[in-house]
């Protein structure tokens, strides 16, 4: 029995020192009242903006560095940022850009015109090893091209040259004209750096590795990131955190909050749990389910993005019986988009009945509209030829949560459920969303149907329905070639009302051919604990956090 | 001894060029491709057929096989396509903070595991060693991410006692010569850092520790059971020994050796439940790591990681093999 | 596996009497064993007549019942509740039976029979054991779980044949080295060495003396393999390599779709949690009883 005891006793102090431990965290968990912790969904790749594509990277951009213009907080409206005003001549093929005047960047250099057409240049000349796709993605996007373009990377330069004028005045000359340019310089990745620091850490120098990974030689890109925004730079450590220190000499309305760390906590259960523990202040892509928890706290809120984003199904025209119109408006007539967007995206969305978002302008009330119907849908697949059920193969990705599907899986079932109501056999197929999920929808060869969607970058319905469908894609096989000549017009046209139009007219011919079905417009949100006031959350996830108190 | 060592050693040999080989056709013969992986979902079949060629990933196998362990002879165990850093040096953070964790694992499993198996054993039959052995059935029945959820849950976010992510606060600085942040803490006499790093092993080192926790006790109890019964731990006590000193010095001492061995056989239990726990706690070792090159197809990680933990496995029973032969020399001699 | 890791410990020494009367006399006296048996007999029937049993189809949705983004708890229509789909849980976790015994046991069945053929063969043909052996080692060097999910990437991602597979493959070593083990016991006793004296091929004393001896270690840790595969199966669909089809009520993948609503009906984490909980406490149960019942060392005590 005595041995009992003292294995009770053993056991006893066991517990009370784990407790003893545990009651101690409380003191940990009073946090500076002067720094902002921000949870992010992933680590950046680099701190420089011009290399990288995903939105932790571009988190920090948004904070150390900042473009010639930028976006009306809260909005995809184009606003002056490091140029106060810019005109327009020779038909849209040369921009002319005042500057903003007594402007530093963190390294004290000037800004002025000379380091505008560095930045310039610099993309311009990016060599072989900034080239792919992978690496200077928005800029390729944007421009279209490099002065000395590596073997098998195609190039058809936008940007012809940049001239100093005065020190406060630079101007761009392009090759063609353009209606998204000026909205594209929104973009973090076409953001003003220090030429004096790139060229000191050695921003432009660095190799594919045998994995065909870029490894800068230089660090620029994680050690020296300089631009002249409200905060700098001070220290990143992987797997840990990255921390930003208020810039005490910005130009403008300087920071709340002295400090910034940002945390890479991929899982999203994690991170609402680091939020509810008060490890972090906030985090960005909360799911649905967890918002009324949220709400329920008395000391969380949560902040809602306005919705600039569409999840859609492709339908690839190139695989039989999919290239009949008749079977792709089965399609449509089952998808059961009213039931899905009611009930998983927790009131927070409204179902799309085109490519693109509706604050945009271009975005046609008269579209063609397919509501839920499955005997309509079987009576379709009937008149076109078709014995019950059509057998088809729907793909879905995993390991992938977007603001406009936090669930793929889960809007994949319902799909799939509503669809075999209505004359449909679905083989479910899955890949994780990347590398091979994305890919495989793109070359065409994935299923019949694939669960897809996409988040605007900048305000330009170019960004939406320009990206989809203005050149011929494998995503969607053959569809109506007049789509395409639509959209090559509406980008050539420099006056927003024709424009506008154009827009219009090329919604309506879409959702009449049918290439996909849209579904859904989303507004993610944001959670924080009550006490952090001032976040704007922005339609395109440009998001200083300069006005940030707490 | 010597030869028995020499031996061991040489049977490595073989063993490392078929992992390897292993890895190396088991990373070739995945689904989906390098070339694809590292372009993401901006990839365009242009731009694949393009990376392809500038890798040498159209290159014969041996070709590939053969610059692959000339890079990694060097040292060079590649570059990880998700975050655009050499392996060695995210292994160089990773594994000792999956060293950290293990070592927690072990230590709780061990300290509660050897008494709950020794008064077990004590107490054969009674209520004790029922609920000691209905604990340990437990302990090897419940998935371990199962645990480390409810665990979570529990103390992390209702009682908010434990921290629920990662290896340190973020508002804590603090140096880490060493990578390992309990001994980092204390090396440069940051207290609370240690503290604080401490805290964050506790939940993940108990979710982690609860099979090896259920095999050390089962263990304990079967040989104290067994070393009871022999003739020198019958004769200490017929001796007129108190029954406390047989206990610590005949019995417990004695039923160690196969305790000992098994805490060394855990090495692989532990690494394949750290991919679990660590991903449920967000925390950043090597399991978590492995897991996340799976899920973004990193093949280079995969590769480096997976090569690097077998020889991990590998080299610790070794190890284990070369003790048990030291302090058993019925094995050494058997020469087997 | 590590369970069997143990078992293989314990039992590599052990006398090959295989009595299989006495093992099961006293294994009735067991009341650990007999309660393993009586939780395995309950999930089997309930798997084998779910059709009968489950109130619902297990794939049918409702959406119309989820609120708030997610699933109502326990009502009087659905016993257990919904899931985040609208669909019944209860009836899901009694088709999940149907899954969780087949990975359990088509995976066991798949390491069992490679890796008794492999064994044998290193055991008592002694050219190539150091072969497959080296072979075993190298597996083994692998952590097991690790090697699962490398084994289900393989084969092009998750599915239900995949994860079967790959849990078996990873069985192999294990078993491979008890079945040579417990051979190797067996070459040199009498009554082998009788057997070879008087002319019977090697093939034929293999198969007709060594094996049946030699087996019973095998089937205790058979037995606890299966523990182990099923909570490895539901590791593996914990991190989404489960079934292609997601509609599939296995419950490793009830598990990982309801972990993200842990905060808000975290009984849908915790049934398809138990479930395995209980169905594995009754394998390892059983397989500690076997154990008991065939281990001579035990035989006086238990």
């Not at chain 1, 240049?121 to 091209?145: C, I």
């Not at chain 2, 009682?159 to 010569?177: C, E, K």
């Not at chain 3, 669909?87 to 088509?106: H, M, N, T």
Request: charged content about 15%; aromatic content about 10%.
């Amino acid at each position: 029995m005595r041995k009992i005891l003292k294995a009770g006793v053993a056991l006893g102090a066991l517990s009370l020192l784990v407790a003893a431990v545990a009651s101690g965290s409380a003191e940990g968990q009073a946090q500076a009242k002067d720094t902002l912790v921000f949870a992010t969904e992933g680590e950046p790749t680099f701190l420089d903006p011009a290399i990288v594509s995903d939105g932790p990277s571009l988190r920090v951009a948004d904070q150390i560095t900042e473009g010639l213009v930028t976006v009306k907080p809260g909005t995809t409206k184009i606003v002056p940022d490091l140029a106060t005003s810019w005109t327009g001549s020779n038909g849209g093929k040369r921009w002319t850009f005042k500057l903003r005047g007594g402007v530093k960047f963190h390294d004290g250099t000037p800004f002025n015109a000379q380091a505008v057409c560095a930045n310039f240049n610099r993309w311009y000349n990016f060599p072989a090893a900034f080239q792919p796709d992978s690496v200077a993605y928005y800029y390729y996007t944007v421009f279209g091209g490099y002065r000395k373009p590596a073997q098998g990377i195609t190039s058809d330069p936008l940007f012809s040259s940049c001239q100093v004028v005065n020190a406060s005045t630079a101007r761009i000359n392009l090759r063609k004209p353009s209606a998204s340019f000026i909205a594209a310089l929104s973009l973090p990745s076409l953001s003003m750096q220090s030429p004096t620091a790139l060229k000191k850490y050695k921003a432009n120098a660095g190799t594919l590795s045998a994995d065909g990974v870029l490894r800068p030689s230089g660090t620029y890109a994680t050690e020296h990131p300089t631009g002249t925004g409200p905060y700098k730079f001070k220290s990143w450590k992987i797997g840990d955190k990255l921390v930003l220190e208020r810039n005490d000499s910005y130009w403008g309305k300087k920071a709340k909050l002295k400090q910034v760390i940002l945390r890479a906590i991929p899982d999203n259960a994690a991170r609402l749990q680091a939020l509810q523990s008060g490890e972090i202040d906030g985090y960005n892509l909360v799911e649905p389910q967890d918002i009324s928890t949220i709400k329920r706290n008395s000391s969380l809120k949560i902040i809602d993005r306005p919705a600039f984003n569409v999840g859609y199904v492709t339908i690839n025209s190139a695989k039989a019986p999919m290239n009949k119109l008749l079977v792709r408006q089965a399609v449509a007539h089952g998808l059961d988009r009213e039931a899905v967007v009611k009930s998983f995206y927790g009131g927070r969305a409204q179902v799309a009945t085109q490519f693109m978002p509706p604050q945009l302008f271009g975005w046609a009330k008269d579209v063609k509209k397919y509501p839920y119907n499955p005997a309509r849908s079987r009576q379709l697949l009937q008149q076109a030829g078709l014995t019950l059920p059509v057998e088809i193969e729907f793909w879905y990705p995993t390991d992938i949560s977007r603001g406009y599907m936090p669930d793929p899986q889960r809007n994949f079932q319902a799909f799939a459920a509503s669809l075999e109501n209505s004359g449909f056999k679905v083989v479910a197929k899955s890949a994780p969303w990347r590398p091979d999920y994305v890919a495989r929808v793109q070359a065409g060869n994935a299923g019949h149907l694939n669960l897809i969607g996409w988040t605007g970058d900048f305000g330009d319905p170019d960004n939406f329905i320009g990206t989809f469908f203005r050149t011929p894609q494998n995503t969607w096989g053959p569809i109506n070639p007049k789509i395409h000549a639509i959209l090559n017009a509406a980008l050539r046209e420099t006056d927003l009302e024709k424009r506008t139009l154009t827009y219009q007219q090329a919604n309506r011919l879409i959702m009449a051919n049918l290439p996909g079905v849209p579904y859904v417009h989303t507004k993610p949100a944001l959670a924080f604990k009550k006490s952090v006031r001032g976040y704007v959350a922005s339609p395109i996830e440009l998001e200083p956090f300069a006005p940030v108190s707490k | 001894m010597l030869r028995f060592v020499v031996r061991r050693l040489f049977l490595l040999v073989p063993i490392l060029i078929g992992l390897s080989l292993l890895v190396f056709f088991w990373i070739r013969a995945l689904p989906g491709s390098p070339a694809e992986a590292l372009l993401g979902e901006r990839a365009t079949p242009d731009s694949i057929a393009q990376a392809r060629d500038q890798y040498g990933l159209d290159d014969p196998l041996y070709v590939q096989y053969w610059r692959y362990v000339q890079t990694v002879g060097s040292g060079d165990l590649g570059t990880s396509i998700a975050s655009h850093r050499p392996i060695t040096e995210e292994l160089r953070e990773r594994f000792p903070a999956t060293i950290e964790l293990a070592f927690s694992a072990m230590l709780f499993a061990t300290l509660i595991g050897v008494p709950l198996g020794f008064f077990a054993a004590k107490r054969y039959g009674g209520i004790f060693d029922n609920s000691s052995l209905f604990l340990s059935l437990i302990g090897v029945s419940i998935p371990i991410f199962f645990l480390a959820i409810l665990l979570k849950w529990l103390f992390a976010v209702n009682l908010g006692w434990l921290p629920s992510v990662g290896r340190q606060d973020v508002l804590i600085d603090a140096g880490h010569p060493t990578n390992f942040y309990v001994l980092d803490g204390i090396v440069t006499g940051n207290w609370n850092a240690a503290w604080d790093a401490a805290k964050h092993l506790i939940l993940p080192g108990i979710a982690l520790a609860t099979i090896p926790l259920a095999i050390i006790a089962r263990i304990t109890r079967a040989s104290v059971l067994d070393v009871q019964n022999e003739d020198y731990v019958r004769t200490a006590r017929a001796k007129g020994l108190a029954p406390r000193t047989v206990d610590r010095r005949h019995v417990l001492r004695n039923a160690m050796l196969p305790v000992t061995t098994i805490i060394g056989l855990q090495v692989g239990l532990l690494l394949s439940g750290a991919i679990l726990t660590e991903t449920v706690f967000a925390f950043p070792g090597l399991g978590s790591w492995l897991q996340m090159a799976i899920e973004n197809r990193d093949y280079p990680v995969l590769q480096g990681g997976i090569l690097f933990v077998a020889m991990v496995v590998v080299v610790v029973n070794l190890l284990v093999d070369i003790s048990y032969g030291l302090l058993n020399p019925r094995v050494r001699l058997a020469g087997r | 596996m590590s369970v069997a890791e143990i078992t293989e410990i314990a039992l590599e020494q052990a006398p090959p009497t295989g009595l299989w009367r006495d093992a099961f006399r006293r294994m009735r006296r067991n009341p650990g064993a007999i309660f393993g048996l009586f939780v395995i007999g309950f999930f089997a029937f309930v798997a084998i007549f779910a059709p009968l049993i489950a109130p619902f189809d297990p794939r049918h949705q409702d959406l119309s019942l989820i609120v708030d983004g997610c699933c109502p708890g326990p009502s009087r229509d659905h016993l257990l509740g919904v899931d985040d789909l609208g669909r019944d849980e209860l009836s899901r976790l009694i088709y999940g039976a149907r899954y969780s015994l087949l990975i359990g046991v088509v995976a066991v069945t798949v390491g069992l029979t490679l890796g008794m053929f492999l064994g044998a063969t290193a055991g008592y043909f002694r050219r190539l054991d150091g072969l497959i052996m080296r072979l075993m080692d190298i597996m083994l060097a692998i952590p097991g779980f690790l090697m699962a999910i490398g084994i289900v990437a393989l084969f092009g991602g998750g599915g239900l044949l995949q994860v079967m597979l790959a849990i078996g493959i990873v069985n192999v070593p294990i078993f491979a080295r008890l079945m040579r083990g417990s051979i190797l016991g067996q070459r040199e006793t009498d009554y082998v060495l009788a057997a070879r004296a008087i002319g019977v091929p090697g093939r034929q004393i293999l198969g007709s003396h060594i094996m049946p001896n030699a087996i019973s270690p095998v089937i205790v840790a058979g037995t606890l393999a299966l523990a182990t595969s099923i909570i490895d199966a539901a590791g593996l669909g914990f991190l989404g390599l489960g079934p292609q089809d997601p509609a599939t009520p296995e419950w490793g993948t009830m598990l990982t779709g309801t972990v993200r609503y842990l905060q808000t009906q975290p009984l849908l984490a915790i049934f398809p949690g138990l479930a395995i909980v209980i169905v594995v406490m009754g394998f390892n149960l059983l397989g500690d009883g076997l154990r008991e019942a065939l281990d001579p060392k035990l035989r006086g005590r238990a």
